[in-house]
Nanobody, 123 residues
């Protein structure tokens, strides 16, 4: 089995910073792309940032220049550094990862999600 566990959420004032972490553990052969998504109350879940296994990144327009995604492949961990936070960044943040697992029948790619961590930005 595989688990993704997020941490680092909390309450911060507008203009402040937070760093989210997401660690993958379990029966993992390799991790491909990893990403952060968020869902604000009453809104659909949206992609915040994405990073490939090679380190290429892309961001939602709303966070460009403020958020930075990175990963530590040795630790199976992805990070999201969030600076200049705004009240509209308030949401539950979820990480996800495309993970290859090995079984008796070969290799297979799975999409896993964490349970989320709440980020609240006060004005």
């Amino acid at each position: 089995q595989v688990q993704l566990v997020e941490s680092g959420g909390g309450l911060v004032q507008a203009g402040g910073s937070l760093r989210l972490s997401c660690a993958a553990s379990g029966s993992i052969f390799s991790i491909n792309a990893m990403g952060w998504h968020r869902q604000a109350p009453g809104k659909q879940r949206e992609l915040v940032a994405h990073i490939t296994s090679g380190g290429s990144t892309n961001y939602a327009d709303s966070v460009k220049g403020r958020f930075t995604i990175s990963r530590d492949n040795a630790k199976n961990t992805v990070y999201l550094q969030m600076n200049s936070l705004k009240p509209e960044d308030t949401a539950v943040y979820y990480c996800n990862a495309d993970i290859t697992r090995q079984s008796v029948s070969g290799y297979r790619l799975y999409d896993y999600w964490g349970k989320g961590t709440l980020v609240t930005v006060s004005s």
